[in-house]
């Protein structure tokens, strides 16, 4: 499901049969209540037919893949070849992590603090006016709250590669998932961010 060559995951899609999906155009994020090992979360992403499709995606493609850390294989940076797992890439993630880098981080504005996350802690995506940016809602695994952020598309799509600064809406909003979407929606496009630095 997801292919490290591309850094995309595979869907499929009703239009083409199959599609290729970069993180930043998943819209949404959703674990699938019931299946706890492992979780599975259910996505909708936006397709490059123009669509928007459901997909199916597990907790281990979802947060460790992008790590070299999924099927027992990761990519051979060298030879870009796929090779078996026993060191190098996951062994570099494991070291960047407790040098204190982490894969994905956003900014907890109730907490005013930034905190590390993973991919399944985005919860809503979407383009931004500007197109080259990507608004997401995070719910913040330490206070549980949910926070808004603008970030550029390779802050979501490549780890390790966080911003120095992001955009942060100043509201605390609400917990439920539906009144959350909608001032999600709201909030986006009213452009009331207000910067914040994101060194951990
Ligand atoms: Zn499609
Ligand atoms: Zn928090």
């Not at 460790?64 to 070849?81: C, D, H, I, Q, Y």
Request: hydrophobic fraction near 40%.
């Amino acid at each position: 499901m997801y292919d490290l060559f591309t850094t995309r995951y595979e869907f499929a899609c009703p239009e083409r049969g199959e599609a290729s999906v970069a993180l930043p155009s998943f819209r949404r994020i959703e674990q699938l209540p019931g299946a706890a090992h492992p979780a599975v979360y259910e996505v909708s992403f936006d397709c490059s037919c123009g669509g928007r499709h459901p997909g199916l995606v597990s907790h281990d493609e979802l947060d460790w893949a992008p790590l070299g850390l999924g099927e027992g294989v990761f990519l051979n940076l060298m030879t870009a070849k796929l090779d078996p797992l026993e060191d190098e890439l996951a062994d570099l993630a494991a070291r960047r992590i407790q040098a204190g880098e982490w894969p994905w981080s956003f900014f907890c504005y109730p907490e005013e603090r930034p905190r590390p996350i993973f991919p399944s802690s985005f919860f809503l995506l979407a383009p931004a006016n500007d197109r080259s940016s990507v608004g997401i809602a995070v719910r913040c695994p330490g206070c549980d709250s949910v926070s808004v952020n603008l970030v550029s598309a390779e802050h979501v799509d490549l780890p390790f590669h966080n911003d120095a600064e992001i955009g942060v809406v100043e509201h605390v909003f609400h917990a439920d998932a539906e009144r959350a979407v909608e001032e999600f929606t709201g909030e986006l496009y009213s452009a009331r961010f207000d910067s914040r630095r994101l060194s951990l």
